[in-house]
T-cell receptor, first 112, second 112 residues
Framework: EDKVVQSPLSLVVHEGDTVTLNCSYE??????LLWYKQEKKAPTFLFML????IEKKSGRLSSILDKKELFSILNITATQTGDSAIYLC????????????FGPGTSLSVIP | DGGITQSPKYLFRKEGQNVTLSCEQN?????MYWYRQDPGQGLRLIYY???????QKGDIAEGYSVSREKKESFPLTVTSAQKNPTAFYLC???????????FGPGTRLTVL
């Protein structure tokens, strides 16, 4: 059965800390790995990764994929209270439709 | 502005009643999805539609029904057969053959 696992499930840090969120997967027909940020409402897209070892970066956020070890990490440096959210990892599969499987999410709280 | 809208934002239902959640998009996307989100479980796929007048069951379709009469609309009906309907419901769309989905703001359904 295809599955996506995230760790930790919740995390509390102080402003300015650096955090690393983990996502591992066991799927057949991997196509892509995606990260979303969810602040109470609609998840918003952060990154899509398809190739191993190529870091994607957006401001203080960065992510990398290891297709051999089947995991990805999302790094957030110099955290701010606005980074508080649920971070969802998802894996896109090569199927008859654009199937995407989501992990349980990591709930990040950044306190002043 | 292009996007996905869902209504209502909050919905309360008595046991035994059917309710319909609205999802509209003006992104001209072919594919639309309905997910259910429960605490600690990530997003689970209820139904998806790749084209008008066609839709398929996802992983947890029992107790739900959908229609896709127009490209921009994909309403979800939660029937009385759904045993545990209290949850946060998210609608998403994408332009076929990509894994990046765009989400609506969600509807929180509570059964009293």
């Amino acid at each position: 059965e295809d599955k996506v696992v995230q760790s930790p499930l919740s995390l509390v840090v102080h402003e300015g800390d650096t955090v690393t969120l983990n996502c591992s997967y066991e799927v057949t027909n991997f196509r892509s790995l995606l990260w979303y940020k969810q602040e109470k409402k609609a998840p918003t897209f952060l990154f899509m990764l398809t190739s191993s070892g190529i870091e994607k970066k957006s401001g203080r956020l960065s992510s990398i994929l290891d297709k051999k070890e089947l995991f990805s990490i999302l790094n957030i440096t110099a955290t701010q209270t606005g980074d508080s959210a649920i971070y969802l990892c998802a894996v896109g599969l090569k199927t008859s439709y654009d199937k995407v499987i989501f992990g349980p999410g990591t709930s990040l709280s950044v306190i002043p | 502005d292009g996007g996905i809208t869902q209504s209502p934002k909050y919905l309360f239902r008595k046991e035994g009643q059917n309710v319909t959640l609205s999802c509209e998009q003006n992104l001209n996307h072919d594919a639309m999805y309905w997910y259910r989100q429960d605490p600690g479980q990530g997003l689970r796929l209820i139904y998806y539609s790749q084209i008008v007048n066609d839709f398929q069951k996802g992983d947890i379709a029992e107790g739900y029904s959908v229609s896709r009469e127009k490209k921009e609309s994909f309403p979800l009906t939660v029937t009385s057969a759904q045993k545990n309907p209290t949850a946060f419901y998210l609608c998403a769309s994408n332009q076929g053959y990509t894994d990046t989905q765009y989400f609506g703001p969600g509807t929180r359904l509570t059964v009293l």
